[in-house]
């Protein structure tokens, strides 16, 4: 029964990222359909004009929109089907994480004495990229000299990723709805409003949590906590982890 809630859970997040994409290619479509009719009306009478030059380069640069939509579904994709577990540390997920977060200057990483080499059986890559997307967020809320700092600490079971930003926080509204399939409070074409949705996705799946805590004008700071080892069968989490050493 787990296994099958598990697996329609990750169906319905994989749904979730199809209808977006479709939402989100609609509008550049249209616009290439509109422009590529006028452009043939404009050859078929015979008249080649500067209008249809800059017709042409309208639908390219629509079509390089559609393409960067689908470029950022198919990270969002990876995220969602997860991946081989692979036998890990602590410190390495936090690195690969960390690694294209944003300006290396900007965010500063702190382990915990022990907690870089405590060891973590994890989807290494799909996971780092949902820290990952967590850290960006840190970023992109701060102003142009963003500090953000990662914080970790770890026991033998658990391990704990703090990302502390002085960025714009959050108000009560955007607090309620984080995490909310295509929320986002940022420019269109900037976010997808994936980000949370699926790391939040991924963590529960592993058996561990993902706190929000901010102060509008202060600054937010994300608690994401996880197990080191994976929980036994049966476990919330767990679902069909264990055994098959694969998320999808
Ligand atoms: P996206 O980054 O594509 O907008 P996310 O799901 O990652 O989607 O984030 C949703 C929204 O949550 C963001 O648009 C932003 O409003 C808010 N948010 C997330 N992290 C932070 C943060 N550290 N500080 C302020 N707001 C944040």
Redesign the pocket.
Known sequence: LADLRARSERLESLGTLAAGAAHELATPLSTIAVITQEVERELSSGKLTDQTISDIQTVRSELDRCRDILDRMSTDAGLAIGETLVKTTVGELVEEAVDGAGDPQAIQVTFADGAATVPLEAPLHGLAQAVR??I???V??SGPQPRVECRVTASNDRFTLQ?Q?S????DAE?LRR??EPF????EPG????????L?RNIIERLGGTLA?S?TPGE??C?TIQLPTRLPAPGQAGASDLAGHGQLF
């Open positions: 997307g967590i960006k967020n840190a992109d809320a990302v930003d960025g714009t926080g959050m955007t984080i995490g929320f986002t409070t940022k900037k976010g997808t409003g994936l980000g949370v949705f790391a929000f901010s600054g937010t994300v």
